[in-house]
């Protein structure tokens, strides 16, 4: 699994630095010293697209949660005036 992680790692590092458009089999794989730096380059770039998508999506599930408790506390505060307003024995009717 690492041999292969290491081949996508390169193919991926080469495309980043090919200035000549897809990158041919002689550029990703010509000298090892070439295919380490992309093999470097390539698991960088990869590293950082998984830390930005766990950082959005911990993001987005603060978002959703702050926004459960905010919508919450309204609801209860509404119905604290609510009940102050037309007294303790005031209930919602459900109009089903």
Do not use: N, Y
Request: proline share 3%; aromatic share 8%; charged share 30%.
């Amino acid at each position: 699994m690492a041999k292969l992680r290491g081949l996508l790692d390169a193919i991926d590092g080469a495309f980043a630095v090919s200035k000549a458009g897809p990158p041919t089999i002689r550029f990703i794989w010509g000298t090892l010293e070439h295919f380490f730096d992309h093999v470097e380059h390539g698991r960088r770039d990869r590293i950082l697209r998984e830390h930005s998508v766990r950082r959005e999506a911990a993001e987005k599930s603060a978002r959703t949660s702050t926004a459960e408790v905010a919508g919450t506390l309204q609801l209860e505060q509404m119905a604290t005036d609510l009940e102050r307003v037309f007294g303790a024995a005031w209930r919602a009717h459900d109009p089903r």
